[in-house]
């Protein structure tokens, strides 16, 4: 079994920062894709960036120029930086990396406040 646990969310204004962390642990030899998804209140959950074992990205065209994905392969950990936030950034977090199938993590709160 592979567990996911993520960290980082909260209440932050308009403009402001944050910074996401998921750590993936158990039975892992490798993780392909590693990525974060959002869903805001009576959405669809939408792919917000995902980061290859190569260091390959891609996001959501909404978040192009703000956020930034990363991951260190050591630590099976990968990252979100998110910075000029916006109250349409606000939804719950859910990291995810396919390793024997897709794994996902507990999800984390980001509240943007106008």
């Known amino acids: 079994q592979v567990q996911l646990v993520e960290s980082g969310g909260g209440l932050v204004q308009t403009g402001g920062s944050l910074r996401l962390s998921c750590a993936a642990s158990?039975?892992?030899?490798?993780?392909?894709?590693m990525g974060w998804y959002r869903q805001a209140p009576g959405k669809q959950r939408e792919l917000v960036a995902r980061?290859?074992?190569?260091?390959?990205?891609n996001y959501v065209d909404s978040v192009k120029g703000r956020f930034t994905i990363s991951r260190e392969n050591t630590k099976n950990t990968v990252y979100l930086e998110m910075s000029s936030l916006k109250p349409e950034d606000t939804a719950v977090y859910y990291c995810?990396?396919?390793?024997?199938?897709?794994?996902w993590g507990q999800g984390t709160q980001v509240t943007v406040s106008s």
């Open positions: 158990g039975s892992i030899f490798s993780i392909n894709l």
């Open positions: 980061i290859t074992s190569g260091g390959s990205t």
């Open positions: 995810y990396a396919d390793v024997y199938t897709r794994y």
